[in-house]
């Protein structure tokens, strides 16, 4: 019996149509992964709710006003962006029990070594003008979520000693109970272009 | 000892190309698996705000798109120099067309994804925030209430 050779595919044209594809993948390709901050907007209000809002005690509010020139202005006070970072952290964490700072409550957080006094209602109020530009709006928010990122690095060197970043879900989470993020992006209104209707 | 070096004129030997289409292969599967194609053009003018403490958006399949900026130079005789909000290809003619579009997108989701739809806000630095605030007030209407703000990683800071 005559035994037959099965011939090769000849494969040498197999890098070209790889490199064809690749370079349409490299084409269609937008490597640039998406960035930035989370937010979760409150529900849509109801005329109940409304009412409810004027409870909050004075001194558990930070309020931030943005005006239309990008200026800053921090219960009644007018700031520069750079200086908010320090401010939030003081306002979040109350390290001396000021008066006119949030007030502290007990929270049993098993991971952190039982009972803790932690600012639980505290609320950074935010408020910007129409006019406010986006940047300026996003530097302000940043500066608050970096005044709690650096609070909780801080509490998780201190507790586990390690960065916030390698803690465990768990730990996290523990840590996050002792700083809770409370930002609240308040109703718009119209600073210095509409008369009346503010608060 | 020249016995040795009897063949002095040595050709070198052609270099093995065999292993290039492996190569080419790995190159080309890295790229699909990275690749996520681009859903729409861009009609507006997008330069995103710098920020430091950013989040990666974990899970584009989630995330639903809404582009505000100043209209391209090529569609600012239809469109106008004012910052508009484009919603797939199209611009929207108002704010609150924002709603419709979001139930549109939430309806064509997986059912269990419907509750966890991310709305990836991705807005020109220079824009008022008026319409910013009027789109936030329309996805709070239409119960679309995790955001993301879209920024790029500041440089050079300080």
């Known amino acids: ?199 | 000892m020249a016995k040795f070096r009897k063949e002095g004129g040595k050709k070198l030997p052609a270099i093995s190309t065999a292993s290039l289409p492996d190569i080419i292969f790995m190159l080309l599967f890295f790229f699909m698996t990275t690749t996520s194609m681009k859903e729409t053009t861009l009609n507006i003018q997008m330069k995103l705000p710098e920020a430091t403490e950013l989040t990666k958006l974990e899970k584009k399949s989630l995330a639903k798109y809404i582009y505000i900026g100043v209209p391209k130079v090529q569609f600012q005789k239809t469109n106008g120099t004012e910052a508009r909000i484009q919603l797939d290809d199209a611009f929207a003619k108002q704010p609150t067309e924002v709603g419709e579009y979001i139930s549109i997108k939430r309806d064509a989701m997986n059912e269990n994804d419907k509750n966890k739809m991310i709305v990836s806000l991705k807005v020109d630095k220079d824009t008022k925030m008026g319409i910013v605030t009027d789109v936030k007030q329309a996805l709070r209407k239409a119960y679309a209430l995790n955001i993301y703000y879209t920024a790029t990683e500041e440089t050079n800071k300080y």
């Open chain 1, 1 to 199: 019996m005559k035994k037959r050779q099965i011939q090769e595919i000849n494969a040498s044209s197999m890098a070209d149509i790889s490199f064809l594809l690749l370079i349409f993948f490299l084409v269609t390709t937008s490597m640039a992964t998406d960035k930035g901050l989370s937010r979760t907007l409150p529900p849509p209000a109801t005329n109940e709710e409304k009412k409810e809002d004027v409870e909050v005690n004075q001194r558990n509010i930070m309020l931030i006003l943005v005006n239309s020139n990008d200026r800053l202005m921090v219960n009644g006070e007018m700031m520069d962006v750079n200086k908010l970072k320090d401010k939030a952290k003081e306002f979040i964490a109350n390290p001396r029990n000021d008066e006119n700072l949030p007030m502290k409550e007990k929270v049993n957080i098993p991971l952190l070594g039982g009972d803790c006094m932690v600012t639980t209602k505290h609320v950074i109020s935010l408020q910007n003008d129409r006019g406010t530009s986006y940047q300026a709006y996003l530097k302000v928010q940043n500066e608050l979520v970096a005044a709690y990122n650096e609070l909780r690095d801080a509490k998780a060197r201190d507790r586990f000693g390690r960065a916030f970043a390698d803690l465990t879900k768990d730990e996290q989470d523990a840590v996050k109970d002792f700083y809770p993020q409370k930002i609240s992006e308040a109703e718009p209104k119209n600073y210095g272009q509409v008369t009346g209707g503010a608060q």
